[in-house]
């Protein structure tokens, strides 16, 4: 009788210790990790959609992209250079610090440190006032309209926890920095950082104390571990085997088998990125050509050229395998500023594109090395390649040089490139956020320093004009100038195919950001 007695006693003792239900746990991959966990130091997709399930901004976005309520419950411009953010009370930090107003003031004036990536959406800010400690106001040097859209991507750090390990400057990414917000995070979002492996693994497990576990479509996740897995095939197999949940960049060639295997599905939307090159216009002559003197990309012949010289359809057929469409402009359908009749690309014509090569002056050909990511847009290096056969039947001898993005990015933002691939997603879903960032002389991504003065200056007046239609007009006449430039040669608009397992639901969002709040596993 002793002896059962202590059977079921230690049995007790187990089942105490056992949670109330299965661990839900989501596992996850996709071919790159992300960059950093300095929340302001990256403006990049895998960095940012790793940082939001983390950290929070006063603005969120719903699943159909369009803005809601994040830490600011409400907003109103109550004058044209002055807005009012009401903001959620009892959130409190991972740490269990309480999130004020205080912090919020920290974090957009941290993004306005010059090693920001998220600069441009805050550069117009002056002044930040805290009316109370859940009253925020800022005031603008003009009229910014779309202002709560672009303090979407100002992710929310505690000032004192920053303060405490000395993070209160942003990492200074591109110098190959390290500071303890890269590896450690602060958050008041729905995940909280337990492990960071960098290229191996990082893992997060459930906020209890979230302010947003009582909405109805909250998720039940206990933990997610991410797994960045740069080869295709084991990528697949992994999912295949059961080893992961969901894939956010399965390879297209094995989308039918994934589709055919019992438990898996497949959700694909039209994605908001379009792929495209850009050419250095801006130097004297040309780092990696031999071409000494000059600069064949100064040249919109050559930039025409090169552009009439792809073989778009053979890239949409054989590489993309039909899941991208056309493209000839560098924002997708659904951005504002996009019009469909701009959205047409110039004839594909070898021999019109030998012709404009003589006329400038390279009827010899010449050769230059383009830069290109290996892991992270959809077959980015495969679309390369093809781009180096193409460019060869009209003289121009193409060097490949395919790396890994945390490789890449950082030779854009300094701009040491002269030929590269890019893919771009608008934060704000507006035409605004491609001008500030790529088609303004001093813009962060413009690597190739193309440069418009007429551009330049409507790029301000777009920024603070609060007529709708007005404002649509300048924009239309910012893209008139850079299609007529050729200031980058577009590829396509992405089509994204997410894969996972049918006990997963997660909305599939056009920017490729998955928002695990929303996740739901079947127990």
Request: aromatic content about 8%; proline content about 5%.
């Amino acid at each position: 009788m002793k002896i059962k007695n202590i059977i079921w006693a230690g049995l007790a003792m187990v089942l105490a210790a056992m949670p109330a239900h299965a661990e839900n746990i989501l596992r996850w991959s996709s071919q790159g990790d992300a960059l950093t966990f300095d929340p302001h130091a990256q403006n990049e997709g895998p960095t940012f959609t790793h940082n939001l399930q983390v950290y929070e901004a006063l603005v969120g976005r719903g699943a159909d992209l369009t803005i809601e309520p994040g830490l600011a419950i409400s907003w109103e411009a109550l004058e044209p250079t002055l807005w009012e953010f009401q903001l959620r009370e009892g959130v409190s930090f991972h740490n269990g610090s309480p999130f004020t107003a205080q912090d919020a003031i920290f974090s957009i004036r941290r993004a306005q440190h010059p090693a920001s990536n998220y600069l441009q959406f805050v550069v117009d800010i002056t002044e930040i006032t805290a009316v109370d400690d859940f009253t925020l106001h800022i005031e603008t040097a003009a009229a910014v309209p779309l202002l709560p859209d672009q303090l979407s991507s100002i992710l929310i750090m505690s000032k004192a926890w920053a303060e405490e390990h000395e993070v209160t400057a942003v990492q200074d990414f591109s110098a190959g920095e390290e500071n303890y917000a890269v590896r450690n995070t602060n958050g008041t979002g729905p995940f909280v950082l337990e492990l960071r492996e960098p290229d191996i693994r990082t893992v997060m497990v459930r906020n209890p104390n979230w302010w947003g576990l009582e909405a109805e479509d909250a998720h039940n996740v206990d933990r997610i571990v991410f797994t960045p897995i740069g080869n295709d095939a084991t990528r697949v197999a992994a999912l295949l085997s059961g080893e992961l949940d969901l894939l956010i960049d399965p390879p297209l060639q094995d989308l039918r088998r994934i589709e055919s295997a019992s438990g898996l599905g497949l959700s694909e939307v039209a994605q908001i990125r379009t792929i495209f090159f850009g050419l250095n216009q801006w130097a004297p002559e040309l780092s990696s050509s031999n071409i000494r003197g000059r600069n064949p990309f100064a040249d919109v012949r050559v930039r025409r050229a090169i552009y009439q010289a792809l073989q778009i359809e053979a890239i949409q057929s054989r590489i993309m395998r039909g899941r991208a469409q056309p493209a000839g402009m560098i924002i997708a359908p659904g951005i504002n500023g996009y019009a469909a009749e701009l959205d047409t690309r110039l004839p594909q014509d070898q021999e019109a594109a030998l012709a404009l090569m003589v006329e400038a002056g390279y009827g010899d050909g010449f050769s230059v090395t383009l830069d290109c990511p290996n892991n992270r847009y959809v077959n980015d290096e495969s679309i390369c390649q093809a781009t180096v056969a193409m460019l060869s039947r009209i003289g121009i001898t193409v060097n490949l040089d395919a790396q890994p993005k945390s490789l890449h990015f950082p030779k854009l933002e300094e701009r040491e490139t002269d030929f590269y691939l890019l893919g771009w997603t608008p934060t704000t879903i507006d035409s605004g956020d491609v001008i500030d960032y790529l088609l303004i002389s001093e813009g962060s991504w413009n690597a190739g320093g193309y440069s418009n003065a007429d551009l330049d200056a409507l790029a301000p007046q777009i920024a603070s004009e609060l007529d709708v239609e007005e404002r649509n007009r300048l924009i239309r006449q910012v893209w008139d100038i850079a299609l007529e430039d050729v200031a980058y040669i577009p590829l396509h608009h992405q089509v994204l195919t997410w894969a996972r397992r049918e006990t997963v639901d997660i909305p599939i969002t056009s920017n490729n950001i998955p928002q695990f709040r929303w996740a739901h596993i079947e127990e």
